[in-house]
């Protein structure tokens, strides 16, 4: 059974401009998110919801207001701080899946624990369970480029997933897809979600992509519609 928690994110009142408050993207952003939540944010081009995703996520910083991750305030920490919080509890799924070109399956998947200076061999067993949640436990030794694109991101998507974040943010992840595999990786995401109790949010200029969500938020113009 899944366990709903206490809110991962928190976004009070946050206002994102550019070039001196000359051009408003984010007005007064309100938005609370539940631990084990799937939600979906919609709107058109230009409404802020990537921007909104990367100041979640902390590569970015909001002009005013706070964003609390898992009850800190990502706003007050320094950047080595923020860098720390996103290696271990924020997981980043993009339209471009940024693979390493010349290193198999496997290898791009443990690159995290690598980077983050752990040892592969503990990591061992929860990479062949993460091979089989994503289907590519016969691809474990192919390189990116003998992959199809919905295979390449079911990679980015174990990539993601190895240090068991809280949090996976996707920006736009099928959107390089054709629509069977879009719907391949959206059912992925669904496992990932229940299975694991992993938040997700994702940015999707598709309805039936967004249906996905246990709930849908819009924004029109910088504001939640």
Known sequence: MRIKMENIVNVENVYKSFQN????VLDNINLRIKQGEFVSLM???GSGKS???YLVGGLDKPTSGTIEIDGKDINKM????ISKLRRKKIGFIFQFYNLVQNLTVEENIILPVIMEGLKRKDFEKQLSEILDIVGLTEKRKSLPNQLSGGQQQR???A???ILNPKIILADEATGNLDSKSGKDIMELFKKINKEK???ILQVTHSEETAKYGDRIIYLKDGKIV
């Open 155 to 157: 990679v980015a998507i």
């Open 43 to 45: 709107g058109a081009s």
């Open 21 to 24: 408050n000359k051009i408003s």
């Open 197 to 199: 109790n992993i938040t």
């Open 78 to 81: 320094k950047d080595s701080k």
């Open 159 to 161: 990539r993601a997933v």
């Open 51 to 53: 921007t909104l995703l």
